[in-house]
Protein backbone atom coordinates (compact mmCIF):
# COMPACT_ATOMS: atom_id res chain seq x y z
CA UNK A 1 0.00 0.00 0.00
CA UNK A 2 1.35 3.54 -0.85
CA UNK A 3 0.62 5.92 1.87
CA UNK A 4 -0.71 8.55 0.23
CA UNK A 5 -4.03 9.82 1.42
CA UNK A 6 -6.52 7.32 0.55
CA UNK A 7 -10.47 7.49 1.08
CA UNK A 8 -11.70 3.85 0.16
CA UNK A 9 -16.19 3.33 0.37
CA UNK A 10 -17.47 -0.18 0.43
CA UNK A 11 -20.71 -1.06 0.02
CA UNK A 12 -21.60 -2.99 3.00
CA UNK A 13 -19.46 -0.75 5.50
CA UNK A 14 -17.58 2.72 4.72
CA UNK A 15 -13.83 2.61 5.20
CA UNK A 16 -11.66 5.49 5.30
CA UNK A 17 -8.41 4.32 5.07
CA UNK A 18 -5.63 6.99 6.25
CA UNK A 19 -1.70 7.67 6.02
CA UNK A 20 0.65 10.09 4.99
CA UNK A 21 4.01 11.22 3.15
CA UNK A 22 7.00 12.57 4.19
CA UNK A 23 8.60 12.18 8.33
CA UNK A 24 7.58 14.15 10.72
CA UNK A 25 5.20 16.55 8.86
CA UNK A 26 1.66 16.16 9.95
CA UNK A 27 -1.04 15.46 7.57
CA UNK A 28 -4.78 15.42 7.73
CA UNK A 29 -7.30 17.97 9.18
CA UNK A 30 -11.44 18.44 9.42
CA UNK A 31 -13.48 15.20 9.36
CA UNK A 32 -17.06 14.29 9.08
CA UNK A 33 -19.34 11.35 8.81
CA UNK A 34 -22.97 10.99 9.20
CA UNK A 35 -24.19 6.92 10.64
CA UNK A 36 -26.25 4.83 7.93
CA UNK A 37 -29.93 6.57 8.65
CA UNK A 38 -28.45 9.44 9.51
CA UNK A 39 -29.18 9.46 13.19
CA UNK A 40 -25.76 10.23 14.30
CA UNK A 41 -22.62 12.30 13.09
CA UNK A 42 -18.98 12.93 14.06
CA UNK A 43 -17.19 15.81 12.99
CA UNK A 44 -13.45 17.22 14.11
CA UNK A 45 -9.87 16.97 13.16
CA UNK A 46 -7.60 14.15 13.01
CA UNK A 47 -3.83 14.16 11.77
CA UNK A 48 -1.32 11.55 11.57
CA UNK A 49 2.81 11.59 11.47
CA UNK A 50 4.81 9.32 9.87
CA UNK A 51 7.01 8.06 13.07
CA UNK A 52 9.26 5.61 11.32
CA UNK A 53 9.11 1.91 9.70
CA UNK A 54 8.07 -1.51 10.93
CA UNK A 55 7.96 -4.94 8.98
CA UNK A 56 8.70 -2.57 5.99
CA UNK A 57 5.78 -0.38 5.88
CA UNK A 58 5.71 3.14 7.27
CA UNK A 59 4.59 3.57 10.83
CA UNK A 60 2.26 6.61 12.43
CA UNK A 61 1.49 8.73 15.18
CA UNK A 62 -2.25 9.54 15.22
CA UNK A 63 -4.16 12.14 17.10
CA UNK A 64 -7.84 13.11 17.18
CA UNK A 65 -10.41 15.63 18.17
CA UNK A 66 -14.08 14.58 17.68
CA UNK A 67 -17.67 15.86 18.66
CA UNK A 68 -20.64 13.49 17.88
CA UNK A 69 -24.38 14.56 17.52
CA UNK A 70 -27.55 12.88 17.87
CA UNK A 71 -30.03 14.17 15.19
CA UNK A 72 -33.36 11.84 15.98
CA UNK A 73 -35.08 10.94 18.95
CA UNK A 74 -34.85 7.17 19.15
CA UNK A 75 -33.26 6.82 22.74
CA UNK A 76 -29.92 5.49 20.63
CA UNK A 77 -26.59 7.55 21.61
CA UNK A 78 -24.03 7.82 19.00
CA UNK A 79 -20.10 6.32 19.62
CA UNK A 80 -16.98 6.42 18.10
CA UNK A 81 -15.00 3.13 17.07
CA UNK A 82 -11.71 2.55 15.04
CA UNK A 83 -10.52 0.13 13.52
CA UNK A 84 -6.33 -0.68 12.60
CA UNK A 85 -3.58 -1.88 12.83
CA UNK A 86 -0.45 -2.14 15.25
CA UNK A 87 3.12 -3.30 15.12
CA UNK A 88 3.68 -5.20 18.49
CA UNK A 89 6.14 -7.99 18.88
CA UNK A 90 7.58 -8.27 15.52
CA UNK A 91 3.97 -8.86 14.24
CA UNK A 92 1.48 -6.20 12.52
CA UNK A 93 -2.02 -7.34 14.26
CA UNK A 94 -5.11 -5.99 13.42
CA UNK A 95 -8.32 -4.59 15.79
CA UNK A 96 -11.17 -3.85 14.69
CA UNK A 97 -14.71 -2.69 15.37
CA UNK A 98 -15.54 -5.44 17.41
CA UNK A 99 -17.26 -4.21 20.43
CA UNK A 100 -15.73 -6.75 22.57
CA UNK A 101 -12.34 -5.88 21.41
CA UNK A 102 -12.60 -2.25 20.98
CA UNK A 103 -15.82 -1.07 22.22
CA UNK A 104 -15.50 3.05 22.26
CA UNK A 105 -12.99 5.31 20.97
CA UNK A 106 -12.61 8.49 23.06
CA UNK A 107 -13.59 11.85 21.30
CA UNK A 108 -9.99 12.76 21.97
CA UNK A 109 -6.89 10.67 21.81
CA UNK A 110 -3.76 9.37 20.02
CA UNK A 111 -2.27 6.53 18.74
CA UNK A 112 0.90 4.74 18.06
CA UNK A 113 3.04 2.84 15.76
CA UNK A 114 -0.06 2.29 13.50
CA UNK A 115 -1.52 2.18 9.93
CA UNK A 116 -5.01 1.50 7.83
CA UNK A 117 -6.73 3.84 10.96
CA UNK A 118 -10.57 4.13 10.09
CA UNK A 119 -12.54 5.71 12.37
CA UNK A 120 -16.09 4.91 12.37
CA UNK A 121 -19.50 6.59 14.02
CA UNK A 122 -22.62 4.52 14.80
CA UNK A 123 -25.59 4.39 17.16
CA UNK A 124 -24.68 2.25 20.22
CA UNK A 125 -26.21 -1.17 19.80
CA UNK A 126 -26.35 -0.92 16.43
CA UNK A 127 -23.58 -2.02 13.93
CA UNK A 128 -25.27 -2.16 11.22
CA UNK A 129 -25.55 2.15 11.61
CA UNK A 130 -21.83 2.55 11.44
CA UNK A 131 -20.04 4.52 8.64
CA UNK A 132 -16.55 6.01 8.12
CA UNK A 133 -15.39 9.37 9.67
CA UNK A 134 -13.47 11.10 6.56
Given at each position: ???????????????????????????????????????GEASGNY????????????????????????????????????????????????????????????????????????????????????????
Amino acid sequence: MTFARKATMAVAAAGLVIGAAGAAQADGGAVWGRTVGGCGEASGNYQWFKTGMAGGYPIYKTQWTLKTKDNCSDGKSVELRVSYRYWKDGAWREDHMDRQKNPVLKATGTGKDVKDVTIWVCLKGDDKTCAAVH
